[in-house]
């Protein structure tokens, strides 16, 4: 089996509130694959309730390598090495670039902790110039840079990521993006969740587009790039832009 | 909110009821017979801090403060000053209850003035500092005797009555009976309605056009006044004050028979005071147990019972959602827009910018609204779209720029002010009155329209929730508090509608019924403003789409020109390759 | 004036535990703890029972009291605070509030109304200093505060659980998703929380005797410590308790007793409505 993560008709939301109806999805090993969406849609409900943060589970199954991971805690999802990098970045803004760091590692050894810290700070050059400063007086890029770096110290074999070009300019978009590339060259699987679509489309493998809390569209990253269907999602029907 | 109010003035009759009976029943056991006339005086302490907590949410840890503002005021005035021959000691007693009641009061109107800067613990603390500062003046100041207080205060005689003795019993239900009155008068009235929208949610209520800040002081300054109404017959009934029986603990004691007894109730505070008065006497052969029994019983009403023992009776549990069926209206056709009531636009924003902190929010947006039409303010997450809504209802103000509503500048006003000029306004989250029913959200619009005539009945229908008129807004599904909320906003007949958001979280059909409702809107003159995902909504409803990225203004224009035009599209799908 | 100051500081190192300790409660759990103040006084009495019944030595009876004060403080945090939190702000506030009728009358119903004596940390009672002559445990306490500090500042500065729960406190959903197990952290935090609470009272207990019912005046008095220095920061919540003492030991140096009190809590006052984040900076946690 090569699927690294099956998600099964998933309902998800908040309280009483449902956002996600029916969601099913997988992830193969080292595959690159992008739920893209209009705001709204549930992009972000699906990361949190894979990752059981915050938002509510109602139906269906999540499996991650093998074993069912649906109603763990999200301690236990972490051990596992599913990593979620998610909206808003949640950094420990009080606390330094390095304790943030360590503190991604905090269900690792300490040696191992140290290695993997030292190889976020070569991947991420930006960081290590900045290890002592509180994470709160970054710019937006690093601060993007660190809550993927933190993610990186758990040593991953799923990353999922919530809109991280969110805020950025579009040249730091590009170096993040190159970045998730490279991670997914080393064999790491990724989720990314993006509004960004075209440029998200010229990186991953495979998408899904979510509409409304299901998914309405899915396929090859290059078969989605060129589907008018998809502008018309963000854009409205009728749309009669260059394709 | 109706459950709990009725609740409530059965309660008060059943306890005058029983407050005859036992006066009558109990009139030899003289020890008895005290501890229910203090247990009354705490009772109007306790029901001006039941309107305060159960109401604003804030909590004073001061009352006691109040109190004792009220008591020494009678006990200085008619025991240590000489009054003109001539004034009869009831008269004597009158003018210093009345003089103490009014200090109390404008203190508390300081304190609730104090309030609108600090909540939660700060505003506790403060409250308490309020009463520690009191108390430490009466013992150091040499007028007020000290610790041992004033003594000899002469009982209030008017003519045959005295105002003392087994008799103090009648008179102290009394003045309980009057507090209640008022109170629940109050509470049932407009000031109830306007009291029960800003402790569900202060925010929604300042927008629904309550004036949040005021209520706010004024239901502070009452507490304080009945406190120091209460405090100025304690120190005539009991012919002495000292400092002690007014302390810090007794404060405590006070918001603990509220809590007790269930805040935002009139029958709570009198039951929690009863249970405490007569624990206290009947405890004393139990002397640390009762205390330590209080305190547990108090964790666990905090912890189980959070609207207290009265709470029982009238708090259901959430239940299951109620549903009302959608049904979309047949489309009103190509709408006949009304004609614009004025050639001054409804909304005009001129070079309007926010920043938080290093964040630029809203970057320099300028524009006008057509009247009667509906404009659609699109862009990615982040844009700033939210931010601007704050700013034009005044939830935040902007920096610099200029807000005109209705051609007038209302960029440093608060948010009721601006709805009172006809800006109604939904939310992201359908922030609705969690406690009032259906019926009860969409006559709060009231606060906003005085003086014009509105029908909650027909507002009801309109939006197809006639059948949930009475069902408390905390039970309805997400679509139907979407449109609840709709209907809120719209039945006060604002002339300037702020939707932000309305499709989010609508299955197909509701989105179809909102449609035809912003149309209908529209047709009837109303100018909305439209923030929304959903671009088929946004595509089919507007007039005209402005699209916000980064805080700026990228586009402007019809619809089809906007879905065109090559910077939206990398807003929206990013740069193309 | 050596005297004084090391009364005040005396008097402070309390404030100064109790302001830091309602700190660390309410980083971690958004409650402010009213109680904080009566386990002080329970230290103190712990320390007592240690000494009279079991026959320790005052040093081993410190640790153990503060061990109990941490077993208490997460005893605490899981059935009453945690409980009163998913209610809300408010209750947590209330259920704190029973909480100090459940010690305050507990404590008297176990060792008495009367406050007792506690042996000093050693048999030597006063030093001259400079002239003065100065009680030695006053600097048994103000050694004994600098080394806690010094133990705390180690904790959760040099050490990954330290970092961990201050990161929990930070951003909880952050820290979840780090694999941080944010309720034990929690927990931790009232532990240590209340652990110091009970350590100020045994450390103070030899010059203000142990036992009685001005619990509710040291938390409140701790929490003016805490406001003056700034509620959000460690350093200014012990900065601002120790201020405290030395402002109500130099106020009671000249004016009356009744009055000391007051002016405390005006100067609270005064201080919430014109410098509401504290006198140290730091932004503001409660309010917004």
Not at chain 2, 393 to 414: C, S
Request: net charge neutral.
């Amino acid at each position: 089996m090569t699927e690294r993560l099956i998600v099964r008709d998933l309902d998800a939301g908040y309280g009483r509130l449902q956002i996600l109806r029916g969601v099913s999805l997988e992830v193969g090993v080292g595959e690159f694959v992008a739920v893209l969406g209009a705001n709204g849609a549930g992009k972000t409900t699906l990361l949190r309730a894979i990752s059981r943060s915050e938002a509510r589970t109602m139906r269906g199954s999540v499996v991650f390598e093998g074993s069912d991971i649906t109603a763990l805690p999200t301690e236990a999802i972490v051990q596992r090495g599913l990593l979620h990098v998610p909206e808003g970045r949640r950094l420990f803004t009080d606390l330094s670039v390095d304790d943030n760091l360590r503190l991604g590692g905090f269900l690792r050894s300490r040696a191992q902790v140290e290695s993997a810290v030292d190889e976020v700070y070569e991947r991420f050059p930006a960081l290590t110039a900045r290890r002592r400063s509180i994470a709160f007086a970054l710019s937006g890029g690093e601060q993007q840079m660190l809550a993927i770096g933190r993610a990186l110290v758990a040593k991953p074999l799923l990353l999922m990521l919530d809109e991280p070009s969110t805020g950025l300019a579009p040249r730091v978009v590009e170096s993040i993006f190159a970045i998730i590339a490279s991670l997914r060259a080393e064999g790491t699987s990724i989720l990314l969740v993006e509004q960004n679509a075209r440029l998200t489309l010229r990186f991953a493998d495979r998408a899904y587009i979510l509409e409304h809390g299901e998914i309405s569209l899915s396929g090859q990253a290059a078969e989605l790039a060129a589907d008018p269907r998809v502008q018309a999602i963000y854009l409205g029907g009728h749309s009669n832009a260059p394709r | 909110m109706k459950a709990r109010l009725r609740v409530d003035l059965r309660l008060q009759c059943a306890f005058a009821v029983l407050v005859v009976v036992f006066g009558i029943a109990g009139a030899r056991d003289t020890a008895l017979i005290q501890a229910a006339t203090y247990g009354a005086l705490y009772a109007v302490v306790a029901i001006g801090l039941s309107l305060l907590l159960g109401n604003t949410n804030l909590i004073s840890i001061g009352q006691a403060g109040f109190f004792a503002i009220g008591a020494y005021a009678v006990a200085y005035l008619t025991a240590s000053v000489t009054w003109p021959a001539g004034v009869t000691p009831g008269a004597q007693f009158l003018v210093a209850s009345v003089l103490g009641t009014l200090i109390a009061g404008v203190l508390g109107l300081a304190l609730g003035i104090i309030a609108l800067r600090f909540s939660g613990p700060y505003l506790a603390m403060a409250t308490l500092a309020f009463d520690a500062i009191v108390i430490g003046l009466l013992r150091y100041v040499p007028a007020f005797g000290g610790v041992s207080g004033i003594t000899n205060v002469p009982y209030p005689i008017f003519g045959s009555i005295t105002l003392s003795g087994p008799n103090a019993y009648w008179y102290a239900w009394l003045l309980v009976a009057v507090a209640a009155a008022a109170t629940t008068a109050m509470l049932r009235g407009r000031i109830g309605r306007a009291l029960e929208a800003i402790r569900n949610d202060p925010l929604a209520a300042e927008v629904v056009g309550i004036p949040v800040r005021r209520y706010t002081v004024g239901v502070f300054a009452y507490a304080g006044a009945l406190a120091g109404l209460a405090g100025t017959f304690y120190a005539s009934f009991l012919g002495l004050v000292v400092p002690d029986a007014v302390g810090v603990t007794v404060s405590i004691d006070i918001l603990l028979m509220v809590i007790l007894g269930g805040s935002g109730t009139v029958s709570g505070a009198i039951l929690g005071a009863a249970v405490i008065a007569f624990t206290n006497l009947y405890g004393h052969s139990y002397q640390n147990l009762r205390p330590i029994a209080y305190g547990i019983a108090v964790i666990c009403v905090a912890i189980f019972l959070p609207h207290g023992l009265v709470g029982l009776l009238w708090h259901r549990r959430n239940v299951k959602a109620t549903v009302a069926p959608v049904d979309v209206p047949p489309a009103p056709g190509q709408t006949a827009h009304a004609k614009p009531q004025a050639t001054t636009p409804w909304l005009e924003v001129r070079g309007v910018s926010k920043h938080f902190g290093g964040l630029v929010a809203v970057d320099n947006v300028s524009f006008a609204l057509e009247n009667g039409t509906v404009t659609a303010l699109i862009g990615p997450n982040g844009a700033g779209k939210t931010t601007l809504f704050n700013a034009i209802d005044g939830v935040v103000h902007a920096d610099t720029g200029t807000i005109l509503v209705a051609g007038r500048d209302v960029t440093a006003w608060e948010p009721h002010r601006i709805a009172r000029l006809g800006v109604a306004r939904s939310f992201q989250s359908a922030r609705l009155f969690g406690d009032m029913t259906v019926a009860e959200n969409v006559a709060t619009s009231a606060f906003a329209t005085s003086g014009r005539t509105f029908d909650v009945g027909a507002a009801l229908t309109r939006f197809g929730i006639a059948s949930l008129r009475e069902t408390p807004a905390r039970d309805l599904a997400f679509g139907d508090r979407r449109r609840v909320e709709l209907a809120r906003s719209a039945a006060g007949r604002p002339d300037l509608l702020l939707l932000d958001e309305p499709a989010a979280g609508l299955n197909a059909l509701e989105r179809e019924r909102l449609r035809t409702d912003i149309e209908s809107l529209r047709g009837d003159g109303i100018t909305v403003l439209l923030i929304e995902h959903d671009m088929q909504l946004v595509m089919d409803v507007s007039d005209r789409v402005i699209v916000l990225e980064f805080g700026s203004v990228i586009a402007d224009g019809l619809p089809r020109e906007v879905q065109t035009n090559p910077a939206v599209i990398e807003a929206y799908l990013g740069a193309s390759a | 004036m050596i005297q004084l100051l090391v009364a005040g500081l005396t008097v402070g190192s309390t404030y100064a535990l109790v302001a830091l300790g309602i700190h660390i409660i309410l980083r971690a759990t958004r409650a402010i703890n009213f109680a904080q103040g009566d386990f002080v006084v329970l230290g103190g009495l712990f320390a007592l029972s240690f000494v009279s019944q079991l026959h320790v030595n005052i040093w081993v009876a410190l640790l153990g009291s503060t061990a109990l004060g941490f077993v208490l403080g997460a005893l605490y945090e899981r059935f009453i605070l945690r409980a009163a939190a998913r209610v809300n702000e408010g209750a947590v506030m209330i259920a704190s509030i029973g909480t100090v009728y459940v010690l305050l009358y507990g404590h008297a119903l176990i060792w008495g109304n009367e406050p007792q004596p506690l042996p000093t940390f050693s048999s030597a009672q006063q030093v001259q200093l400079g002239g003065a002559t100065i009680a030695v445990q006053s600097i048994w306490v103000i050694a004994l505060l600098a080394v806690m500090l010094a133990v705390l500042y180690v904790f959760f500065e040099r050490t990954v659980y330290g970092k961990a729960i201050r990161a929990a406190a930070n951003d909880p959903i952050g820290a979840r998703l780090a694999g941080i197990n944010v309720d034990r952290a929690r927990s931790v935090s009232a532990a240590i929380s209340i652990a110091l609470a009970t350590f100020a009272g045994t450390i103070v207990g030899p010059i203000t005797l142990v036992g009685g019912s001005n619990g509710i005046t040291i938390t409140v008095k701790g929490f003016v410590g805490a406001i003056l220095g700034g509620l959000a920061s460690p350093i200014g919540c012990t900065a601002g308790g120790l201020l405290v003492g030395l402002i109500e030991t130099l106020l009671g140096s000249r004016f009356a007793h009744d009055l000391v009190d007051p002016l405390v809590y005006a100067i609270l006052l005064v201080v919430l409505l014109v410098r509401p984040q504290g006198l140290f900076g730091g932004r503001r946690i409660v309010r917004d």
